[in-house]
């Protein structure tokens, strides 16, 4: 054929492929050493669009090459398959979630094929059958077992929309993460996984990530789990037999404190009003009211201005005695420290703009003007004698309305004047203990992980409720508590799940004495179930356990993860926490889920994220029926660093199409034997292709994808040129480099490489083909040739390296024979050195 025809080559190779299983895993006889290779998983929400082709263009870019590096690669696809979009889609549609799910995965797994990525095909997985998620109970009654798994009733974030609790990572900007509405607070009982319990060690051990996850990951992760080190201090209260502990990382300025403020919504607000008069009652209970309608985000915000109310009541400051108001104020949160702080103004600007709103004294205790190292400046003297204290200007900040949170020097705090910043905490610390009025402590942004969700696409909670509230887990043998059939069921949210109104399911009986029981009737967040996936695919018919923990001996970590930055806190927590409690319970040796992490960015249409609603939509099927899988694949790979985002308007399609039809006529050109021996062949052409083969392997290693195909482009170049110079398709350096393009190609266009392949003589698959070693003695670099003149006139010529230094090359110049000759007995009077292309020798005489 003279047409690089794609639709017929896709056609052609399809079955042969499906019929190799060229990526399978399951030899147990093979012994090469192992790579685990893993793409995030898609949710089954429609076809696969844009943003799944670059992904798994990218991911299999990694999974190729490493096949290629003499590895067996695991590179397993399945399916996130519960949770709220198919749920929500399938209410929309009047359809049962299970079948609007199962169409969509056999859609996608369809497209998926086509677009040839080369997953292992007998190791799919999908979260929603219960074969699954059975494996996710048994997870949640480890974790229960383990007091990591608790039910409490707090104040939970809760989507009007959805009609269901979010967990934190889940609320983005005060609105939920899935449908954009602004989420309120409800209380409620639910449940939870205590991550807070792994908060040290999922934040120190992120230091075995460095360098191998993307740092913007890292430091998120970090300020997500949010540690903050400092003090816990206990303060007396008028009129109540316990004290208030207050969580700060200045107890430095104890000193400075002049009243307390507690959360509004917290109950030690509520109790502490109980004792007040009925006037302060009355007003707090207004107050709460207006506190109420605020959003986390609006009390957070540090320029917001702040309110309160006074609570009638009064602290005593352990180090100094002093009686402190006690207020309500908003920007105190019920949930962060103990809900409670000692308010500090001259060193704290939330407590400054407080203070000064409503009055309250300001006593500065730190001078920050004074050095904490190095020389205490020298004054003058006046004539008394006395130091003259320069004019400065006032840093007062009651007057300024500046906290002054810098270091400094201690003052106005009895024992601790005098010391900068870090030895008074230190002190303080010593202080408190010694008067068993606190302690050093640590608190965390990072809270419990919310998993209970009101609804019904998603994994039963395997626990009953006895009559007398009491929990009961379902044995583990009686284990998948399967989902009952829609059939019946109202699955429109309402604030309750609808496995609640399935009385067949939901009543039940005790396993321990056959009372009646009701079975717990809300359902995990998805999230668990991506917690664990990846230890799944390791045995993922396994009917006996959640995994094969000698697989995961063999396979595990993850040693490459693919996938979209939008999940760099909440999945990739997750799955961290999950993996540090399975390590915990003997299951797994390894600390870490995913050793290395590649992000890739979004595929963007004139420069904004492609939705329907905007009208700058790309559909994926659209674009591989216009330009074939292989173009839309390498114009992923080629359109930059796969970290950066694509912008569709910005790239060809056309012209990586056009790319690869040209390279697959070389393999029609090529005329002779795979036997011919390649030394023969042009010089040129046989050095570019052995320098391609020795830079390839790096660049891939470090995600250059695009300058691979730069390369692949400009060896095609090279070769067509030894072609059309006279040398014609016979030559075996032209059957060298083709071979090389092919097997390069097989990694961003496996169609266009497995074409080439069987053109070039040889049995499929391209993709059990090694990438080849350079030959070392091609590698060495060409030379240049250098000219030797005598006052203007040529003299000789010297083979150079081009890397040639001035001296070496004058040198070489004042040996030559030719050019000693020239210069006889004259005199040296100037030497022009150009190098490595000319000298220039001036004489005189
Ligand atoms: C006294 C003080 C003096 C404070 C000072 C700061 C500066 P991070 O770093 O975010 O952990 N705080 C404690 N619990 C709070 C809550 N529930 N709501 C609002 N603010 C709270 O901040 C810790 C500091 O934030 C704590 O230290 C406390 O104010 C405040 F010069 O205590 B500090």
Sequence with gaps: ETEYDVSRIQEKWLPIWDELKPFSTSNPDDKRPRKYVLDMFPYPSGDLHMGHAEAYALGDVIARYWRQQGFRVLHPIGWDSFGLPAENAAIKRGLDPRKWTYENIAQQRQSMRRYAASFDWDRVLHTSDPEFYKWNQWLFLKLYEKGLAYRKASWVNWCPFDQTVLANEQVVDGRCERC????????????YFKITAYADRLLDDLKQLEGHWPAKVLSMQRNWIGRSVGAEVDFEVEGRNEKITVFTTRPDTLYGATFMVVAP??????????????EVQQSFRAYLTEVQKETEIERQDAGREKTGIPLGRFAINPVNGERLPIWAADYVLADYGSGAIMAVPAHDQRDLDFARKYEL??????????????????????????????????????????????????????????LSKSNAIKRMIEL????GAGRAAKTYRLRDWLISRQRYWGTPIPILHGAEGELIPVPEDQLPVTLPSTEGLDLQPKGASPLGAAEEWVNTTSPIDGSPVRRDPDTMDTFVDSSWYFLRFLSPNDDGQAFDVKEADKWAPVDQYVGGVTHAILHLLYARFITKVLFDLGYVSFTEPF?????????????????KSRGNL??????????????????MAFAGPPEDDIDWADVSPGGSAKFLARAWRLAGDVTSDPSVEWKTGDLALRRHTHRFLADAPGLIESFKFNVVVARIMELVNATRKTIDSGRGGGDAAVREATEVIAIALSLFAPYTAEEMWEKLGYSPTVAHVQWRKPDPHLLVEESVTAILQVDGKVRDRVEVSPKVSAEQLEKLARDSAGVVRAIGDREVVNVI?????????????
């Design 180 to 191: 954009d509405n602004v989420v309120v607070k409800k209380q409620l009982t639910q449940w």
């Design 265 to 278: 919504d917290s109950e030690l607000a509520a109790e502490l009003v109980a004792g007040s008069t009925p």
């Design 595 to 611: 050793s290395a992490l590649l992000n890739q960015g979004m595929v963007l249409m004139n420069g904004s994220a492609m939705s």
């Design 833 to 845: 050195v150009r190098a490595p292309r000319l000298v220039n020798i001036a004489t005189r005489g």
């Design 618 to 635: 790309v559909r994926l099927s659209d674009q591989l029926d216009e330009h074939g899988v292989d173009a839309i694949r390498l114009t």
């Design 432 to 435: 408190l203990q010694s008067r």
């Design 361 to 418: 004294p300001v006593r500065v205790v730190v001078d920050t003007n004074a050095p904490v190292t190095g020389a205490i400046p020298v004054l003058e003297l006046d004539e008394q004698g006395v130091p003259i204290l320069p004019d400065l200007p006032s840093t007062d900040p009651a007057e300024t309305g500046e906290a002054l949170a810098g270091d400094g020097r201690m003052i106005n705090s009895g024992p601790l004047d005098g």
